[in-house]
């Protein structure tokens, strides 16, 4: 309970049983691993968390793998890339606040195995870093039935509106709606400070108007 994003507890590293968030310049390697069980018909997960570590840019970082379940991390040691071993963010670092990651990967190479392993690593090497070390908080899984437009055009730009053209991922079946909003500044979702305007569209070609 030294950190969190949200509530009291998180996943970090430390190098004084918990007491903090920090680390000390010796060349490590450290592992946290689950195992989720995937039932008939899904293709595709969510896999989103919150991370901080601001560390050194080079050599100290967070990777997150997603790896069969057979494969078990050696401690001490560093995962390499090989089949069925997928490194999903690369090295995660350079942040000493939190922020979000979220990415969506095919789980249909372990389909057959019916699971998959999600693996948490943590490298520093043994020259300069800088605290906080590694901390994961808020991890979800979820499986996809609505996937992201693969891109987004904007035309007929006005000071009061815009043509919003977006290519729909044909992995979605059924009717799909599309969820917009426009802001001054703030992230998506985080209130009505900031934003001008917000809205859906049951079609993937629309206008939003009255922009102040």
Known sequence: NAVASAGTK???????????NAYTNTAVWVHAYKDFELTTGINDVSIS?????????CCDYIRVWLVPT????TPGSEITAATGR????????????????????????????????????WRNDGS??????????????????????????????TEK????TLTPDPKNTGTVTYQYEVRTFGAPGSGTVGRVATGTSSTPVFNITGLP
């Open 10 to 20: 998180s996943l970090y590293i430390s190098n004084d049983q918990g007491a903090s």
């Open 49 to 57: 968390f919150d991370w901080r570590a601001l560390a050194e840019s």
């Open 70 to 73: 057979t494969f078990k991390p």
């Open 86 to 121: 997928v490194d999903l963010f690369g090295n995660l670092n350079n942040d000493a606040s939190f922020k979000r990651a979220q990415k969506i990967q095919s789980t249909t190479a372990y389909t057959a195995a019916g699971s998959f392993r999600l693996v948490f690593e």
């Open 128 to 157: 300069v870093g800088t605290m906080p070390a590694g901390a994961i908080d808020n991890i979800e899984i979820k499986r996809v039935t609505c996937y992201e437009p693969l891109t987004m055009v904007l035309s007929n730009v």
């Open 161 to 164: 509106g815009v043509t919003v």
